[in-house]
């Protein structure tokens, strides 16, 4: 369901991650709280690009059969320019029939990614120490 994804928005591409993206991967996360890990083979792990550069990842992870969450970050140098919102909807948009939900987790503090995830067409659905949001499938 979610092997070969390949998509294009008016900005971006967005796809799996390439062995020459290694040092542009690492030294966007070197400053995380996330752990480094960088597979090629990983389809749950997509590079989001500008032109040929890496700019950001999304990662798609299941919770359970029902429910894919979709993580993101994106390069300090690019924030503040609508990218990732791009990449959200685009991948959101293409995920939505293929999965009942869609959730985003973030951080209470991390208003940026509040606003993407709602901008994106999720609302909120759970607090406790994170915002959890979920997009859910129009079944009619």
Known sequence: MINHINLSTGRLKIHKLAMDDYDAYHDMLKMSKLRFFFRVNDNRTLGIYLEDELIGHLVLTFIDKDNLNVG????????????????????SDFLEDKVKNLVIVTEKDNQASIAIAMDCGYALSKIDHYYTFLRSRNEN
């Open 72 to 91: 993101y970050r994106l390069r300090t140098i690019y924030r503040h320019q609508g990218y990732m919102k791009e990449a959200v909807s685009a991948i």
